[in-house]
């Protein structure tokens, strides 16, 4: 699956985002817990891009088998040869497979950019709901802060004049 060019750059411009965005964790747990979330999206790239690397040629292999055998299927339409192309073109047919396992490796690659970028928004959030003040502390403090001017200024009766 391709996307268009915006598409990946909204995809990036999200990921960095969020990235940013967990730069302002406070406690050290948080932190922590983010920072081996990130190791593990990182080993799985890791693992991916080996993988592709040493892989590559048996996975065109298996690609450019699996074409000749879908060109291979009866074809019901009837046609004079030379109105139709070679269908069994060695140059098409591997630039085929190889173009095949490229796209599959960046699907692959973009599978782990999005599970990383769900499980840091739902990270980001538990952290952030977690640092919020809640319940009666947040009533309280804000009984405790309510600055009011002029006759609604909380206060006892005024006194005026000498109190002796």
């Known amino acids: 699956m391709s996307w268009s060019v915006s598409e990946e750059l909204k995809r990036s411009y999200d990921l960095a985002t969020l990235r940013r965005e967990a730069d302002a964790l406070k406690t050290t747990r948080h932190w922590n817990n ?4 990130l190791e593990g999206f990182e080993q799985q790239r890791d693992k991916e891009r080996t993988s592709y690397r040493k892989e590559y040629q048996t996975r065109v292999e298996a690609a450019q088998r699996r074409i000749l055998k879908e060109k291979a299927a009866p074809n019901r339409k009837l046609m004079h040869p030379h109105a139709q ?20 490796h960046n699907d692959r690659m973009a599978a782990i950019d999005d599970a990383e970028r769900s ?9 952030m709901r977690e640092n ?10 804000k009984r405790a802060t309510n600055r009011r001017s002029g006759k609604d200024r909380r206060g006892g009766p005024k006194r005026q004049g000498p109190t002796r």
């Open 132 to 141: 919020s003040i809640t319940g009666e502390a947040r009533h309280a403090f």
């Open 34 to 37: 983010y920072q081996a979330m």
């Open 119 to 127: 499980a840091t928004r739902s990270y980001l959030k538990q952290a």
């Open 85 to 104: 192309h070679d269908r069994f073109s060695p140059e098409d047919t591997l630039r085929q497979a190889q173009r095949e396992v490229r796209e599959a």
